[in-house]
């Protein structure tokens, strides 16, 4: 039993320290997707930290496009084609490779 243990723990520390890249990706596609929203928006009240937190809660499902201009549209399109596809690839072929090392 600890060698079955010893063997799950080794992969999970070792998944998590190949996620380094990934993590990095997904960070610059909040921030930049952050950056994109900020500047669509035209309410003066809205902050970089609030649009952060509303990217951060697309990320999870909980957004309305009936509000969106048409160009905070055409990138939210892109932000969910990149998210779901692209980075969810990206991360089960990290998890794959670490697991094949292990």
Same mark, same amino acid.
């Given at each position: 039993?600890?060698?079955?243990?010893?063997?799950?723990?080794?992969?999970?520390?070792?998944?998590?320290?190949?996620?380094?890249? +990934?993590?990095?990706?997904?960070?610059?596609?909040?921030?930049?997707?952050?950056?994109?929203?900020?500047? +669509?928006?035209?309410?003066?009240?809205?902050?970089?930290?609030?649009?952060?937190?509303?990217?951060?809660?697309?990320?999870?499902?909980?957004?309305?496009?009936?509000?969106?201009?048409?160009?905070?549209?055409?990138?939210?399109?892109? +932000?969910?084609?990149?998210?779901?596809?692209?980075?969810?690839?990206?991360?089960?072929?990290?998890?794959?490779?670490?697991?094949?090392?292990?």
């Amino acid at each position: 039993m600890v060698d079955q243990t010893r063997r799950l723990i080794s992969l999970i520390v070792k998944t998590l320290n190949d996620m380094k890249a +990934f993590t990095i990706v997904f960070l610059f596609l909040v921030l930049g997707l952050s950056v994109i929203f900020m500047i +669509f928006e035209s309410d003066e009240t809205k902050n970089f930290g609030s649009e952060i937190v509303t990217v951060y809660r697309m990320i999870y499902g909980d957004f309305d496009t009936g509000d969106f201009s048409q160009g905070q549209q055409v990138y939210f399109m892109i +932000f969910a084609f990149l998210l779901s596809i692209v980075l969810l690839n990206m991360l089960i072929a990290i998890m794959g490779d670490t697991f094949n090392r292990v």
